[in-house]
C-alpha cells in the first residue's frame, strides 16, 4: 500500500511537471517571439525548465526501480512460499519417524538384549580360543627357550673343554733345579709292533740348556710336568733328540711309551706363511713356575731381526718361565710358533718388557727338523719364506 501511494505521489508529480513544462515552453515561445522580451527572465525560465526536466527524470527513474524491486519481491515471496511447503512436508516426515522409533523401543528392547548377549558370549568364546592357544604357543616358546639355553651352557661348556685341551693341555713345564720353562707336547704317534707311543716334545733351547749338566752333549733327563683337565699333574722324564743353539729350538722324546691325551695340531706351511700382523693369537705357557697360562694378543711383526735371527714379535703378555710356551691360532687353535724371547730394556737393571715377546715360528722350526731328518713331523714339505731384515731398536734377552 505504501509503495502505491509513493506511485500516485510520482505520478502526480510527473503530470504537474508536464503541465509546467508545456506551459513554460509556450511562456518561452512567446517571449522569444516578443521583440521586447528582458534576457534575463528568459534564462531564468529556461533554468526552470532543465530543472523541471531533471525532476522528470528522476521520477521515471524511482518509477523504473520500484518497478524492478516489485519484480524481485514477487519472485521471493514464490521462492519462500515453497520453501514453506518443503519445511511442513519435512516436519510430517519427522513426526512420521519419530512414532515409528518409538514403536521399535517399545516392542524390540528384548530382542536387541537377545542380541547383545548373543554377541559377547561368542566374543568370551573366542577370547577363551585365543587365550588357549597363546597360552600352548608361549609353553612351546618356553620350551624351546629353555632347550636351547641348556644346549648354549652345553656348548660354552664343551667350547671352553676344548679350548683348554687344544690349547692349555698340550703345553708342559720343564723345570730344573734353578731354572723353569715350557714346552709343547706333539700329538702321540704307535710305535711298530704295538710296543706303545713316541710322544714329541718341542721347546725353546735355552730352557733346556740350563737344566742339563753338559749343555754341549746332552744326557740329563729333562723334568716335564704333564697337566691333565681335572688338574691333576702326571710327572714324567724326556731327553734331547735335536737341538739348535743358534735357532734356540729343542726337540725331545718322552721317556714314557703311553699315549698323551692332548697334543697340539700342527699349522701347516701355507697358514705359517700367510701370517699378517693383528692376526689374533694365545700365548700359553707356565710362567713364574705356574700351570699354564693363556694370554691372548696379537701378531705384531712377521719379520722381526734380532741378532741376525728372524722372530715374530707378538702383543700378548708374556714373562719369564714363558720360554719354550706355544703360540696358537686363535681361531684353528693351530700351533704356530714357540715363544723364545722378551725385550727388555736398560742394562744394570733391566726391565722387561711383557707385550714384546719373540717368536719361533713354527715354519722356521719345520726347516730345522728337515735338516735334521725329523721332517715327517711336519704336516706339509717345506716351502721357501721370505725373509726381510728389519733392525732391532730394543735389546732382546733370553727367559725362561
Not at 8 to 30: K, N, P, Q, Y
Not at 163 to 178: H, K, S, T
Not at 188 to 194: M, R
Request: hydrophobic residues 40%; contains cysteine; aromatic residues 6%.
Amino acid at each position: 500500500m505504501h509503495r502505491f501511494w509513493v506511485l500516485f505521489a510520482v505520478g502526480i508529480i510527473t503530470c504537474s511537471a508536464a503541465v509546467t513544462l508545456h506551459d513554460m515552453h509556450s511562456r518561452v515561445e512567446r517571449l522569444e517571439q516578443t521583440p521586447r522580451a528582458d534576457p534575463e527572465q528568459v534564462a531564468r525560465l529556461r533554468a526552470s525548465l532543465d530543472n523541471t526536466q531533471k525532476a522528470v527524470q528522476q521520477a521515471l527513474d524511482s518509477i523504473t526501480q520500484l518497478r524492478q524491486e516489485g519484480e524481485r519481491t514477487r519472485e521471493m515471496r514464490e521462492q519462500l512460499a515453497a520453501l514453506e511447503r518443503d519445511l511442513q512436508n519435512a516436519s510430517g516426515e519427522l513426526d512420521v519417524q519419530r512414532c515409528k522409533l518409538e514403536e521399535w523401543e517399545t516392542d524390540q528392547p528384548r530382542e536387541v538384549e537377545s542380541l547383545v548377549s548373543t554377541h559377547v558370549e561368542e566374543l568370551r568364546s573366542g577370547l577363551d580360543q585365543r587365550w588357549t592357544e597363546l597360552s600352548a604357543v608361549a609353553e612351546h616358546a618356553l620350551g624351546v627357550a629353555q632347550g636351547a639355553r641348556t644346549e648354549i651352557e652345553q656348548g660354552l661348556a664343551r667350547d671352553e673343554e676344548r679350548m683348554w685341551r687344544e690349547l692349555v693341555g698340550p703345553v708342559v713345564q720343564l723345570a730344573g733345579d734353578e731354572t723353569v720353562g715350557s714346552g709343547v707336547l706333539l700329538a702321540s704317534e704307535p710305535l711298530p709292533e704295538k710296543q706303545g707311543w713316541r710322544t714329541y716334545v718341542v721347546t725353546a733351547w735355552h730352557v733346556v740348556r740350563d737344566i742339563e749338566k753338559d749343555p754341549e752333549h746332552p744326557s740329563t733327563p729333562v723334568p716335564v710336568a704333564i697337566y691333565a683337565p681335572d688338574r691333576s699333574i702326571q710327572n714324567e722324564t724326556a731327553h734331547v733328540v735335536r737341538f739348535d743353539p743358534a735357532l734356540d729350538a729343542a726337540l725331545l722324546e718322552l721317556d714314557s711309551r703311553a699315549r698323551v691325551e692332548c697334543g697340539a695340531t700342527l699349522a701347516t706351511r701355507e697358514r705359517l706363511h700367510s701370517a699378517r700382523i693383528f692376526d689374533q693369537i694365545y700365548a700359553v705357557g707356565c710362567p713364574l713356575g705356574n700351570d699354564p697360562i693363556p694370554t691372548f694378543g696379537e701378531i705384531a711383526d712377521t719379520d722381526h731381526i734380532v741378532d741376525g735371527a728372524r722372530y715374530w714379535m707378538i702383543s700378548a703378555p708374556t714373562y719369564i718361565g714363558n720360554s719354550g710356551g706355544g703360540i696358537f691360532d686363535a681361531k684353528t687353535h693351530e700351533l704356530m710358533g714357540i715363544f723364545s724371547k722378551i725385550y727388555t730394556h736398560g742394562t744394570l737393571r733391566p726391565t722387561v718388557v711383557p707385550h714384546m715377546g719373540l717368536v719361533v715360528s713354527i715354519e722356521t722350526m719345520y726347516d730345522w727338523l728337515d735338516e735334521v731328518h725329523y721332517a715327517g713331523l711336519a704336516p706339509a714339505k717345506p716351502v721357501a719364506p721370505e725373509v726381510h731384515a728389519q733392525p732391532a731398536t730394543a735389546n732382546a734377552a733370553a727367559v725362561k
